[in-house]
């Protein structure tokens, strides 16, 4: 029998309605939705700090550059 804890009380899923059910059944789609996009998020953080590393170098040259001029 598998059981979902709310607001710390645990409830058998076999003796919830249908309607129970499909609600228990969203909040299992929406967790997994959030959980995809927290990594998600994680990537593009870790993207972007490869950029910006990427891109310090050129902005030091570019600045080095100007003050020749």
């Known amino acids: 029998m598998p059981h979902i804890k709310i607001d710390d009380k645990e409830y058998d899923l076999d003796n919830l309605s249908d309607e129970a059910k499909a609600h228990v059944g969203s909040l299992h789609f929406v967790d997994t939705e959030i959980a995809r996009l927290q990594a998600s998020i994680a ?7 490869g950029y910006l590393s990427a891109l310090v170098p050129h902005l030091k040259e570019t600045t080095a550059e100007a003050q020749k001029h």
Do not use: H, I, M, R
Not at 43 to 49: H, I
């Open 43 to 49: 990537v593009f953080q870790t993207a972007k700090v």
